[in-house]
């Protein structure tokens, strides 16, 4: 059988991967997918070095819409990013009745449910694997691998600058800019990181694992997303001596009234093997009924680890691509007419436990009035953390001193109140520190 033609659009770190590992891997992959897999035409705005890249026996435009105009191309891979062009371009690849393959969280978490719609009325496939965590199977796990669970939670970091961030802050005892700053030269992070430490990134790829997980809609708009900009080193230091490591989590839920969806800074129990996961590297925990938890483990972007998840979703296509569309896997793991209308809940309903740091005058009584706050509002404490104030007193001369609180479970707006509460209180100096805790037991 003649080898699927695949087009390629934009080929940087992730499409010279891609290309490289095809070229390296293709008998293998050949006596996988039954079927030779062939990049046969690029686009890329630099047309030179992209020839150069792929050698002269590819055809190499600058024009993306010629690509997906040839009739030979069945699987156009989009490695454009962003929502602007990406989206139009892989709108019209579908509308050709080409296959898509794309690294593109962002489009999907925010313009997922216009594609997915769109690739199921013309019969054609739009793959991810690459869009979530890398190189780890996540969707593929998700999806297929634990499609007999009731799907309880899943969370993740998924995001390798800012894990690279919290990893170099604990390690150092260096604050967030400082850490930034560094984790830029060195290039783990992009010279503009927003969307990476705002957590963004994070949110998107949690708005994938949340619509796979539970059979939702794809809402980006509903996700809570907070970056990790806030974190000083003092809190990383004082979770550790409570047994806790802080990591930027994606989490979903399934909950009574309807799914969690958020991305945010949490304390987790340091014992967890998923606290342990250092550097610039991703772990997805996924707890099942059936199964229990599973870890997955990897590296969450790169050229060739991004690249073996764009060729799985070749090879995917391959074999399915003569299948009746009717009896593929569905693109969000549920049949279309069987999604459910579980709503995503506001942040203020989502229940979890605290972390609290108060900077206050260490003075009688603040103790008693800070716990009283938190028994009138019905919170009950796990665990308090005092430092002798004459190690952290301030130029005032009054002493000062930090109140570390753990807090057991509530739901998030009665913590909200007892904040504005407690922050109230002349004894209370600056703005208290709330970080998120996470059991995941
Ligand atoms: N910028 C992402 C990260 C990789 O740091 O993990 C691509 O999503």
């Known amino acids: 059988m003649k080898p699927i033609q695949v087009g390629l659009l934009g080929i940087g770190v992730v499409g010279s991967g891609t290309f490289n590992v095809l070229k390296r891997n ?43 105009a040839n009739p030979d191309i069945d699987i156009v891979i989009e490695l454009i990013g962003g929502y602007g062009i990406a989206k139009a371009l892989v709108l019209e690849a579908i509308a050709a009745g080409k296959h898509v393959v794309t690294a593109n969280k962002a489009l999907l978490a925010v313009h997922g449910t216009e594609i997915f719609a769109a690739a199921s009325a013309k019969g ?41 961030i919290l ?21 783990y992070a992009e010279a503009d990181p ?13 708005t994938l694992m949340s619509a796979i997980a539970f059979g939702i809609p794809v809402q980006f708009d509903k996700a809570y997303v907070e970056g990790i900009t806030k974190l000083g080193a003092a809190d990383i230091k004082y979770a550790e001596q409570l047994g806790y490591r802080i990591k930027l989590l994606g989490i979903t839920k399934r909950v009574a009234n309807g799914v969690e969806l958020r991305v945010h800074p949490c304390l987790i129990p340091a014992k967890r093997l998923i606290a342990n996961v250092e550097g610039a590297m991703n772990a997805v925990v996924v707890q099942g009924d059936a199964v229990g938890t599973t870890l997955y483990y990897g590296k969450g972007a790169g050229s060739e680890p991004t690249a073996s998840a764009v ?67 019905g919170i009950s404490i796990d665990a308090v953390l005092q430092r ?11 002493p000062q001193t930090d109140v570390i609180i753990l807090t057991h479970d509530c739901v998030e707006a009665k913590m909200n109140a007892a904040i504005a509460h407690m922050q109230a209180l002349p004894s209370v100096l600056e703005p208290i520190t709330r970080i998120r805790k996470e059991e995941l037991a």
Request: proline content about 3%.
């Open 194 to 206: 927003t969307f990476d430490i705002e957590g963004v990134d994070a949110a998107h790829k949690a």
């Open 388 to 398: 002798e104030a004459d190690e952290v007193a301030g130029n005032s001369g009054v």
């Open 311 to 377: 060729i799985a979703d070749l090879v995917d296509i391959t074999r399915l691509e003569s299948a009746d569309p009717l009896h593929r896997v569905p693109h969000l793991a549920f049949q279309p007419n069987a999604m459910s209308d579980l709503a995503v809940l506001p942040m203020s309903e989502v229940v979890t436990s605290y972390y609290l740091r108060l900077r206050v005058a260490d003075e009688t009584g603040v103790l008693a009035k800070v716990t009283g706050i938190l028994a009138e509002s």
């Open 124 to 164: 054609v496939m739009v793959a991810f694997e690459a869009a979530v965590a890398g190189g780890i199977p996540i969707i593929k796990a998700l999806r297929e691998g634990l499609t007999a669970n009731r799907i309880q939670w899943v969370a993740g970091i998924i995001n390798g600058t800012t894990n690279f």
């Open 26 to 68: 293709q008998e293998e992959i050949k006596r996988r997918a039954g079927r030779g897999i062939e990049i046969t035409m690029v686009a890329d705005l630099n047309v030179a070095r992209a020839q150069e890249l792929v050698g002269p026996d590819v055809t190499v435009v600058n024009d993306a819409r010629a690509v997906i």
């Open 167 to 187: 990893s170099e802050m604990r390690d150092k005892g260096l604050d967030f800019g400082v850490v930034l700053k560094e984790a830029q030269r060195l290039g």
